[in-house]
């Protein structure tokens, strides 16, 4: 009776603390609170309410992004090593992208002079839309401590993402900066590229002044 009676004390207190540690983690909240207002924000830009659409995005990251807790996901590289989220001790760049997005193209020179520089201080990760068949040309140009994570299937939906349950709703490049102790601080989306406007010069100054921007609050 006493032994039956431990179990469940144990019991009780681990579930009591598991929902009382007063974290709220992002993949409790994409999928109702995302999802809401990004229907929101895209009939915005479809009546051409700019400055509305901007605000209800502004939001959209204050209510749903910001402050929330990143869980433990396993996220199984190009090579297939097996990154796990809570084993990583340190800031994390969790990126998005995909092959036919062109602003992702532009923004692999700025990912890769972060790396080099943050070598041990940050991890960076790059979720694709791609499965790892189409990444071969892609992934070639990321300089080699950058995980490069393929999906498993293709989405039909091109906005969004969803690896190792992971879900991403919020189109590419977008760039979610999380600071050691799991909780994501802000996130980001678009990047220059070159263009018959703009050099390549033009767009890797924008993009890293843009980026170094970003990191600078989990940057020591």
Known sequence: MKQTLLIL???FTVQFYAQTDGKT???????NCVEDLNKQINQA?????NEKAKKLFEQLIDDCIKGKYLS?????TIKK???STDKIDKPILLLTSATWCAPCWGEIPTLNKL????DGELELIVLFWNKKKDLKKMAGKY???IHLIPSENEPTDKSSIMISEFNHKLDYPAAYLIDKDKKIIDLTRGAAFPSDKMTWEEANDINE????????????
């Not at 983690?25 to 999928?31: A, L, M, S, T």
């Not at 830009?45 to 309410?49: G, I, L, M, T, V």
């Open 25 to 31: 983690y992002y993949k409790d909240v994409v999928e």
């Open 143 to 145: 300089d080699m401590r």
């Open 72 to 76: 433990n996901y396993d996220f199984k």
């Open 209 to 220: 002044k843009k980026m170094t921007e970003f990191i600078s609050p989990i940057i020591k």
């Open 9 to 11: 004390t144990l019991t």
């Open 81 to 83: 090593d097996i990154i």
């Open 45 to 49: 830009w479809a009546d051409k309410e």
């Open 115 to 118: 790396a080099e520089k943050y």
